[in-house]
């Protein structure tokens, strides 16, 4: 149990120090935020039209529209630009709570794998890198790059980020479990 708990706290905080890297100082996720000079004109748009917090697709149909509705909407929206917007009235600064529980997730995550490794006969640390690739793999198939198709977004910065935070968790989970 011990070496489950400090395997799963250490590939946690794996994870957790490349995530910071990753999204501040080598920033692998700017193309997904970009920079706009209309800025301020877009968030006096936004703030005259939009009343919640939320995630918007725009434009988008009612979400009682008739087939027949959905189908003119379809054809007249072909070709033109469209958006899709994670709006909040106000801007939160305090990042504690977040990292935290982005720290907890990852402290899960390693969890899962380790106990994943110790299902098998044998590890070692090319052991530990193929599963925690395979499991990273799987999630950026299945979320990251499935959004990024939909929504014709890069899903480069998650891709570096799903080969370098589980080849690292991997390896020292590999290491760790294979202990004698």
């Known amino acids: 149990m011990t070496k489950l708990a ?51 697709m725009i434009p ?23 958006v899709t917007i994670n709006y909040h009235k106000a801007w939160n600064t305090n990042m504690g709570m977040n990292m935290f529980r982005g720290f907890v997730a990852n402290v899960v995550a390693a969890f899962l794998l380790a106990w994943l490794l110790m ?17 990273g793999a799987t999630g950026y198939l299945v979320i990251s790059y499935i959004n990024s198709v939909w929504f014709e977004t890069s899903s480069i910065g998650y891709l570096i980020d799903t080969i370098v935070q589980w080849g690292l968790c991997g390896i020292w989970l590999g290491f760790w479990l294979g202990r004698k």
Do not use: C
């Open 60 to 82: 988008n149909m009612a979400p009682d529209a008739t087939k027949e509705q959905q189908e003119a909407y379809m054809a007249e929206s072909e070709g033109k630009p469209w």
């Open 119 to 135: 299902q098998f006969r044998e590890v070692d640390l090319i052991t530990g890198l193929k599963a925690g690739l395979a499991v």
């Open 6 to 56: 400090i395997g799963s706290l250490v590939g946690g905080l794996l994870i957790f120090i490349w995530q910071f890297l990753s999204w501040s100082m080598l920033n692998t996720h700017g193309a997904n935020y970009q920079y706009t000079e209309n800025q301020d004109a877009i968030m006096e748009a936004l703030n005259a039209n939009l009343s919640e917090d939320g995630g918007y």
